[in-house]
């Protein structure tokens, strides 16, 4: 049996490790295969004298490697990720990347995890509430269609306009008050919660809508099951049911959960924009826009672990919670 | 359990509009580090007051040629550094020198005529030239900041040092904290400069990070915002009712900063022809730019596009504007094209080359920029009224970037180096520096569509080397009478120098009426009147003691959203469509 | 003595096309102690029957009937009361029996669950009866801790069946718990029925398949039922080897025997196809396919008559109005 | 059989719901331009010899404002259905242009993510073997990146795009859920017995693919397209609305972005910012809904009425 | 009687997955005949190979080694062509579920059409429709009761009739039929079996017919194999097998048999084994479940041997 689970994570460890170079290869080439350079777009940022820019481009040039073969900058592209090296932005300049994931992460996750957890929690509760109570359902099912309908950011805007601009109740910009010092106070803790609710609302109710929906078609698959019908032919109350085919139906969305974390944290972005969230996404998007490389490498080397590291958690839980997992891949078949 | 430091808000300046992405970089060196860099925490020498184009000493005392090869720094007594450490001219000395060894230094180029820096005493410092472009020195006398010697000597590469960690300026204000929103500034209250310019008001300034302005708009009425130095349309809408402060109060409520231009590719036909360039500058009319683009936020540009600031004005030959100058004419317009043979053959509207091929050029300017995107399609209407087919695009940045600098484009709207200076010579330098990449390779001046003219080098040059005013102003003519009959590009408007204020917490707020700075915050203007502005301004409740964190706004809140309709118009129009758009849904339930 | 009595019962499934009499007027006793034997075509409503007595949900209708157990009609029972009486008094083996059992839970697990609901609250002891039952089914007592899908699918017949049969249900249904199986796992699992029996834990079974075979080997009186209705009703050795109706004689004809070869005696099966439930029509429901069908066949629905000692057939050939 | 699974169809409410919504918004889309005189950004495009000149109203009028547009010569009177922007553009033309933008990205860029994502699923399901191995580690590697990042990468360096090539950056990103799910598929029906008795019947592989499981998998294929074009609408959004739309035309994203950029929410101009996501987010509810009631049509089980 | 189909030393190995992947030796070393125009019933309880051994004859899966000679051709060398221009014209199936083997959405005519336009290609299409007609009729379905019709409408026993219709349109020679009545009422398998023993009858057809069912086998064929975990246990004439059944495996199934005929006693439940370990077992897979296992069978696989004429059997016993 153990064994069994050792192949079972090595299998699984080297299909990551192949998806994990693939994707971070790949996110390293796409930029570099595009026109233009950062740099130049460095020079396009510096008001100075055109003799001054000349100067500034070749050593810049120089300075990042990028007058070199594509290929030894490939090279030197791991070599430097293996040292944990993740090299030095061009649009922060001269902050070295790493520095800027360390110093945003911590707000996409603030965001990002409980809004991706407690929408996953709190749909798959509503969606089972729905797939056993047709009344409910019929009322429900509409909005949460409406929810996972509604761009991320559109929602963000809507709930920006009446919760924070027209009724004034919570503030629509930043992770705290530009007034106050981060500290383990009350206050300062009431002051990030309260900035936090809004990015975190528009984000979890719109992805609530999606998990919503998955649970409840799962559970009425489930309640079919020959299973279900066996516990109720023996007696078996509607909790008892409801027990058993919700254990059942969450599989599935832990798995969908888990592949469903990159495209979260891009719908992540807008949101952080509207906001003027401190995150990742906003970052990222200006390191596009400015080609940075590096930066664009560093966070994309940051999402791709991240979602692959979740995965593999996922992956491991999984063949916790589903003794399916565990059986087929030591009885064979 | 801690208590939280909350900013005392009647002690804190919070300022937006020049600060993009989380504060990383405050390297004076670097040629954009973090806004304040230069101004707050480094000084340079002198600083220059565009509203009145005067050269100012700041840590200089004074300055002047002492021959025709040697200029002369006297420094201020005291001068000292914020750890205490006096600053001299060995620092200043040091300043320099880096550059020489380090090309990456933003001024370096300035080695290529500068011969050596000489100490001769703790106060005195000459530099000495090889070549001295008189009238650029004024200019890098009150652009490059002056570094500690005793701090920035220990580090191996001054290029890419972030120096994040305590920089030790001279400024009258120290990097306090920074994080992901924002950047706060603590005064100093040692400054060197307090007896000889007084002590600046704000004892924090926090420099906010916001990702759009409407944001800023939102914090500005609510009173969150004292300073703004973002583009924030619909200003004018809510001006009166939350007294917002502007230079101006009526249109175009905004000092000049920039001069947009419409440039062509002067390497391509038809635009290498003078003419044809002069019919499109008819055709154009920037005043329907300033108004429809812009809502009236902005000036329109006339033909020289020397910019409303003494500086250019003092150089501005009208005589030559009205005799070779234009204006918006269409009828004059078609007229020079008829003449020169472009007309409309296949009755399509638009006109054809001489030969009868189609005539169709393209627009650039870069996506998201929507006041430019407006700007273009305008250009783009008016154009078409005399006959000239021209299709708006917008490329991202990255590519119009690459387009403009390589000169692969027919028409693009740009701005970046027509900044305000101590000269108009960094204007005409940057725009017609002859000194260009051939197309297809980048160059970096200004010059973007390549116009090339012997005479115009020979200007330009002259000019850098004249030693006063009086002695370029000929030489300007000549370069204005060039400008204006050759048309190499065409002025649209005069960008703001965006600036809205918030009374709710401090006043004495410079304006028109009491234009005592030009008060604008982004890198490099701090110098130009940014500094000034902290040193008078004054805070509404003088509470000298200042213990109690002063609750936020507690009194700008209530009504204070921003909209033109009444409140409840405002909430029952989006709630009627989401009422309608839910009637489907609704009777969907109803019916089962 | 009966432990359950129906009478009359009509079980018809409620379609947009009208309804589908599955269950059609059927009358039967199950004794206590005995193995009762249903048998009859794919279609003819054996499920139909059995289910309904445990559970009715749309489309499935109860229209007429009564179904007496233990003196209580199951047909007019409040849910709760039918809750109650499921599993501990009145339990079923599923079709599905492999995979009857969640299988993301331990056995033990569904067990106590079950168990919970009726009325027991000590676990140790739940748990102490599942095991001593599955060594008797000679099942490891480790299986309880197991997860279904540990188990080979033969292992988790076993269990389905001893989790079935825990709580010593005084009636139990099998329905067609053996007709996926091949015909060692067939056995065992008549061995196992046989065993319950003889151990007293369940009282009486209700056994349903279509293999006639079969049920000649475990069941004490059988009931053939078609289209709906019943055809004939009696113990099974005279059923097996005296049949009355033509369709049983038919059907026991077409069964392959051992020492029967093609090459030497050709079996033949029942010609045509069972009609359709949805409109059957008013007379014999058999008479499509009936070799011996008489004139008032398609007209007059033949009634149930005695034709042995405890046995009947509805069949007009056997004449006779009586009941 | 077909017919028969019309008609239950036809008698599925989430069914006829979603589809008067989407044909609703489809016939808006088609038909809503001609009955406004304004061009797809909102101007009054007014004819001058044979020149045309855009013209616009006063900015910020709220929904249902009448207006005089004025053209050499004339004065013309408007209605602006849904008011005008900043620019004094009319809001309602660029609703419905960018409606119809919307769906055409929404039908390529649906329709490229289906069609790639079936032939790999596809070849994966039915060839098996290495070529399963390999097509599958390709579609989880895709599942892994970011795509949405990916699109932005892409999407940023394009020099100008247009609504197709919008469409077809997200169609070429959002296939591997679809490959999984046809794959899925294949695999079932490939062992299916009737696929081995058109084996046995000499037919050739492309045969067997086109005439038996083809056509199994069109309904399923159907609702992937649905879901995939819905998919596709939000992407575009999402993209538009961080300035990489195309730089060419209207979309609801472009809206969206211009009434956030131009402060409409603040300034309260609510009928800038609030119709065009309401629209996405119905159109696609609507979407929704029709898949949910195939699925109940083809998958008795999911039934609810 | 000559050999049609050899079958020599098959084997197939299921693996799952390429990285850590396990095995299944669903047919191991597998050597059997078939000969003209006999009837072979292929024994054997759920999972032990026979329907592997019928899809490797129908080459719808490759074989991990060993040969099947068809008339002493290798098919395993035929080319994908070969396969579907001259095998297969000679080779056909009926499978075990009727419903999964009409695709849902053409009518069940498309069976026919299918073979009609890759075989019957130098026949005119009335007379294909004819000949259509006639193998409907001649296994007594009513031709226009069917035909038009799709699969849903029609019950399993007409739908497998049709597939064996389809079959005989071919007049093949060799029809392998996998467990082609277990999911049909007793009623009409019978009627089924004999279409078969017909066929047979009438073109010379050797048919391999897969069952679990041994009173089934018994009623059909002339050769019984009887299989255990994908090896043979024993072979040999139907009569012979069945009269005087050798291997322990064989008897237990005959005992299992619920015949008629014979009164069954209860012996008690026998314990259900772990059988995950028995495809890698050395010796007879059959040992851990024999009465009369002994220390060798656990090491020792035993080789088939012929105990009599015609009459094989693969058990340490008899050695
Ligand atoms: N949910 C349903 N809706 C409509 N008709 C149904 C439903 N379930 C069963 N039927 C019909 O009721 C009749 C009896 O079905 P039932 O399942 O009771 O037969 P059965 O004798 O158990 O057959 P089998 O041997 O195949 O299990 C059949 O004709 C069937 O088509
Ligand atoms: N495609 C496959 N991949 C993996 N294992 C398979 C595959 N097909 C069959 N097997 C395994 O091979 C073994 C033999 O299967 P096969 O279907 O031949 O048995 P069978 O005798 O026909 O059983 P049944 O009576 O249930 O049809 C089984 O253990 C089965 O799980
Ligand atoms: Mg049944
Ligand atoms: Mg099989």
Known sequence: MLSGIRRYLIRKTFVYVLTFFSAVTIDWLIPRLMPGNPISIMMSRFASLPEASKYMYSYFMESFGLDKPLWVQYINFWKAVLHGDLGISTYMYPKPVADI????????????????????????????????????????????????????????????????????????????????????????IVDFLKHWILPFLSLFLVMLGGWAIGMRNMIIYEVEADYVRYLEALGASEKTLMKHAFRNAILPQVTGLALQLGTMVAGALTTEIVFSYPGIGYILMQGILNQDYFLIQGCFLVIVISVLVANFIIDLLYAVIDPRVRFSFTEGE | YAQAEELPRNETLYVGGGLWSPPTNFNPLNPSPVTGTVGLLYETLFTYDPLKDQLKPWLAEEGKWINDNTYEVKLREDLKWQDGKPLTA?????????????????????????????????????????????????????????????????????????????????????????????????????????????????????????????????????????????????????????????????????????????????????????DFRRAIAYAINPKEIAQRASQNQVLPADPSGLLPLPSHQKIKAEDLIKKYGWSY??????????????????????????????????????????????????????????????????????????????????????????????????????????????????????????YKNPEVAELLTEIARTKTLEEAKPLYRKLQEIWLKEVPYIPLIYNGAWYEASPAHWTNWPSEKNPYAYPITWHNYWQLGGALVLLKIKPVTAGGGATTPAKTTESAKGSTTPSPTSKDKGLCGPAALVALSLVPIVLYRRRR | MAMLTVEDLKIYYSTPLGHVKAVDGVSFEVKEGEVFGIAGESGCGKSTLVHSLILRKPPMVHMGGRALFKGKDLMTLSPEESKKIRYTELSIIPQYAMNALNPTKKIKDIVWDLAKEHGYTDREEVEKLLRERLSMVKLSPKVADMYPVELSGGMRQRATMVVSTLLNPDLLIADEVTSALDVTTQRVVIELLHHFMKEGIVKSIIFVTHDLALLDKIADRVMILYAGKVVEIGSTEEVINNPAHPYTRLLINSLPRMGVQYKKQKLKGIPGYPISLLNPPKGCRFYTRCPYALDKCPSEEPKLVKVGNEHYAACHLLGGESQ | MKSEKLRIALKNRKFKVGVAIIVFFALFALIGPLVTPFDQLGYYPVKLHKMLLLKRSTPNLPPMSHDVIYAPGREINVTHYLGTD?????????????????????????GIATFVGLTIGFLAGYRGGWTDEILMMITNIMLVIPTMALLIIIAAYMSTRGVIIESIIIGLTAWPWTARAIRAQTLSLKNREFVHLAKLAGLSDLKIIIGEILPNITSYVFMVFILQFGGAILAAIGLDFIGLGPTRGISLGIILQNAVLWNAINLGYWWWAIPPGLIIALFITGLYFVNIGLEEVFNPRLRRE | MSELLKVEHLTKIFTSGFIGGFEIRAVDDVSFTIKKGEIVSLVGESGSGKTTIGKLI???????????????????????????????????????????????????????????????????????????????????????????KFPHQLSGGQLQRILIARALLLKPKLLIADEIVSMLDASTRIDVLNLLGDFRDKYGTSVLFVTHDLALGYYISDTTIIMYRGTIVEMGDTEKVFQNPLHPYTRMLLESVPDLNVKWEFKGIEPEKEEGTVYSLQGCRYAPRCPRATRLCFVRRPELIEFEKNHWVACHFYY
């Not at chain 2, 080695?111 to 020195?137: G, N």
């Not at chain 2, 250009?379 to 600098?405: E, N």
């Not at chain 2, 725009?431 to 390779?441: F, R, S």
């Open chain 1, 101 to 188: 994931i360390k110093d945003a992460l911590p707000y996409d996750i603030a965001i990002l995890l409980p809004a991706i957890t407690l929408s996953w929690i709190v749909g798959n509760w509503l969606g089972a509430i729905a797939g056993k109570n047709k009344k409910l359902d019929s009322f429900l099912m509409p909005v949460f269609y409406f929810l996972t309908a509604s761009p991320y950011f559109w929602f963000a805007i809507v709930l920006a306009y009446i919760l924070g601009a027209k009724l004034d109740l919570l503030p629509i910009s930043g992770a705290y008050s530009y007034g106050i010092m981060p500290s383990l106070s009350l206050e300062f």
């Open chain 2, 90 to 274: 060995e620092d200043v000395k040091f300043t320099f020198e880096i550059a020489r060894k380090h090309k990456g230094v933003f001024f370096s180029n300035i080695w290529s005529w500068l011969k050596e820096v000489k100490v001769v005493d703790d106060r005195t410092v000459d530099f000495v030239f090889s070549d001295p472009h008189y009238t650029e020195w004024n200019y890098w006398l009150y652009m490059i900041p002056i570094i500690p010697k005793h701090i920035w000597e220990k580090i191996d590469n001054p290029v890419d040092y972030a120096n994040n960690e305590n920089p030790v300026g001279s400024g009258m204000y120290k990097l306090y904290k920074t994080d992901q929103m924002r950047c706060i500034w603590v005064r100093n209250d040692n400054w060197w400069g307090i007896k000889y310019f007084g002590k600046p008001a704000p004892k924090y300034i926090v420099y906010v990070i916001v990702y759009s302005n409407n944001v800023a708009l939102t914090m500005l009425v609510k009173g969150d915002l004292d300073w703004s130095n973002f583009f924030i349309p619909g200003v004018p809408d809510v001006k009166s009712k939350y007294k917002i402060v502007t230079w101006y109060d009526k249109p175009p409520y905004h000092l000049s900063a920039n001069l947009a231009l419409l440039f062509l590719n002067d390497n391509k036909t038809p635009f290498n022809n003078p």
């Open chain 2, 329 to 450: 004419d269409p009828e004059k317009a078609n007229e020079i094209l008829d003449k020169l043979g472009y007309k409309d053959v296949n009755g399509d509207g638009f006109r054809e080359y001489p030969d009868g091929k189609p005539m169709r050029f393209t627009i650039i300017v870069p996506y998201g920029w929507t006041d430019w995107m407006e700007m273009a399609r305008i250009i783009s209407d008016q154009l078409a009224a005399v006959g000239i087919r021209v299709d708006p695009k917008f490329p991202d940045f990255g590519k119009y970037w690459d387009d403009i600098t390589k000169g692969t484009f027919d028409m693009a709207i740009n701005n970046f180096g027509s900044f305000i200076s101590i000269t108009p010579w960094t204007f005409y330098n940057w725009i017609l520096d002859p000194n260009v990449a051939p197309t297809g390779e980048p160059t970096y001046g200004g010059n973007w569509g390549r």
């Open chain 4, 86 to 110: 900043s620019f004094g553009r009319d809001l309602y033309a660029q609703v419905v242009y960018g409606l119809r933008n919307s769906l055409i990205v929404g039908l390529i860029g649906g």
């Open chain 5, 58 to 148: 129908l080459r719808l899966i490759q074989p991990t080694s060993g040969r099947i000679l068809f008339e002493g051709k290798d098919i395993l060398q035929m080319s994908k062509k070969e396969l579907r221009e001259n095998y297969y014209r000679q080779v056909q199936a009926v499978f075990q579920d009727p419903f999964a083997s009409f695709n849902p959405l053409h009518p069940v005519d498309r069976a026919f059409d299918l073979i009609s336009e890759s075989y019957l290609t130098d026949v005119s299409r009335d007379e294909r429709k004819e000949l259509v007609r006639d193998a409907l009729r001649q296994i007594g379905l009513n031709p226009d009761e069917v035909l038009g």
